[in-house]
Every structure is written in structure tokens, then in C-alpha cells.
């Protein structure tokens, strides 16, 4: 079985850009979580989609938007990059899209803003 | 809402050595708590998780870890640590139809020979 897959894996950015990451999920999957990852904050949850509808969002600006796709795959969208924004992106897929399934996550992608 | 006190930043253990990773909570009802472990450049792994029943749990790759509602604590051991559990080791909390997990800020296990 195929694990949770993240693309692009690494990706170079300005400022003022946009972005979009995509995370395809583990098949049968309907939960698609996405965590930032910094040395200084740590791992912050960003949102949480369960069959398309955002069920969770965390404490990020409005530039950080995503979605969810009827076969369960996820974007994730960040506009007008800052550096800040520099991080690891994970994905992380579940099953039932509770707590009690485990997530899985997938290797992430790594964002650098310049 | 709920937070994650992991007070190690970094340990450093024996190959063969016990080691034991503190883990404390912050949430009002019974939690559901994990372990997850980073390597380099990879994902997170589940190494196992906390819902409720046996307050001791059996994970993957020899860990275990008990659950202290008196303390809230959910620290991680493993008996006999091998060069391979070199990693970061991250404790999670989550709440019942939360969706998210709320991550401590982890803690980096070094081995030496």
C-alpha cells in the first residue's frame, strides 16, 4: 500500500510569491491534516479536511488557504510568501477522520522563502 | 484548549542504555495521546498511542509508555536503546472531534556507542 505522498518535496520561493503543495493520501483515506513544521514553533496544525469539507482550521493568516478534492487528494495554497513561511509542510492522511485512526504522514515539503 | 510539555530538548543515551522521554499534558478531559518519531529528513511515525483502558501501552520498535492521569504525563521508555532510535521524538495531544493534534516541541535522542 502506497504511503502519503507530498509534491513537490522541495521548493524555492521569493517573497511575494505564491505557492501550492499537493498531498495525495493514503488510498481509502478521507482525512487530510497539514502541519507546519520550524525550528522555532515547532509542529503546527494548519487545517484538517474530512470528504472535502474543512472541519478544523488553526491559528494562521488568511494567505494560508487549502482544499480538498473528491478522491481525497489536498492542496494547500500560501500567498504573498514571507520568510517566515519558510518550513517543512506535512501532510498527514487517516482513515475514519477521527482521532481514534492513525494518521500517517508523508515526508513532507520542504519550502525556503528568499 | 489543549498544550504538550515536552521538558527534554535533547538526550543523550548509551547504546543498550534505558531511556525515558517526559511527556506532560494540558487538557480537561481524557485525552488522546500519542508518541510520533522524526528522522532526518522524513516524515512522523506513530510509535504508539493512548485512548484509554491499560494506562500502559505497547508500541513499535520495543516502546512503551504509561499514562499518569494524576500527573498528566504520557512519558515514553524503552529498556534498551539501539544506535537506530537516534531521532526526534515528538508527544501529541488531541481532544474528541478536534481533528488536530497539538504537538510538543519534541526531543532529540542522540545514542552513542
Known amino acids: 500500500k502506497a504511503g502519503v505522498t507530498q509534491t513537490p518535496r522541495y521548493l524555492i520561493k521569493t517573497r511575494g510569491q505564491q505557492v501550492t503543495l499537493s498531498c495525495s493520501p493514503i488510498?481509502?483515506?478521507?482525512?487530510v491534516s497539514w502541519y507546519q513544521q520550524t525550528p522555532g514553533q515547532g509542529l503546527q496544525f494548519l487545517f484538517e479536511?474530512?470528504?472535502?469539507?474543512?472541519?478544523n482550521k488553526g491559528n494562521f493568516p488568511g494567505r494560508f488557504s487549502g482544499r480538498q478534492f473528491s478522491n481525497s487528494r489536498s492542496e494547500m495554497n500560501v500567498s504573498t510568501l514571507e520568510l517566515g513561511d519558510s518550513a517543512l509542510y506535512l501532510c498527514?492522511?487517516?482513515?475514519?477522520?477521527?482521532?481514534?485512526?492513525?494518521?500517517?504522514f508523508g515526508p513532507g515539503t520542504r519550502l525556503t522563502v528568499l | 484548549a489543549q498544550s504538550v510539555t515536552q521538558p527534554d530538548i535533547h538526550i543523550t543515551v548509551s547504546e543498550g542504555a534505558s531511556l525515558e522521554l517526559r511527556c506532560n499534558y494540558s487538557?480537561?478531559?481524557?485525552?488522546?495521546l500519542f508518541w510520533y518519531v522524526q528522522s532526518p529528513g522524513q516524515g512522523l511515525q506513530l510509535l504508539l498511542k493512548?485512548?484509554?483502558?491499560?494506562?500502559l501501552v505497547q508500541g513499535i520498535k520495543g516502546f512503551e509508555a504509561e499514562f499518569k492521569r494524576s500527573q498528566s504525563s504520557f512519558n515514553l521508555r524503552k529498556p534498551s536503546v539501539h544506535w537506530s532510535d537516534a531521532a526526534e521524538y515528538f508527544c501529541?495531544?488531541?481532544?474528541?472531534?478536534?481533528?488536530?493534534?497539538?504537538f510538543g516541541a519534541g526531543t532529540t535522542v542522540t545514542v552513542r556507542a
Open positions: 501529541a495531544v488531541g481532544a474528541t472531534n478536534d481533528y488536530k493534534l497539538s
Open positions: 488510498s481509502g483515506h478521507r482525512s
Open positions: 498527514a492522511s487517516s482513515h475514519g477522520g477521527t482521532l481514534g485512526n492513525e494518521q500517517f
Open positions: 487538557y480537561g478531559a481524557t485525552p488522546y
Open positions: 493512548y485512548f484509554s483502558g491499560d494506562t
Open positions: 479536511y474530512f470528504s472535502e469539507t474543512q472541519r
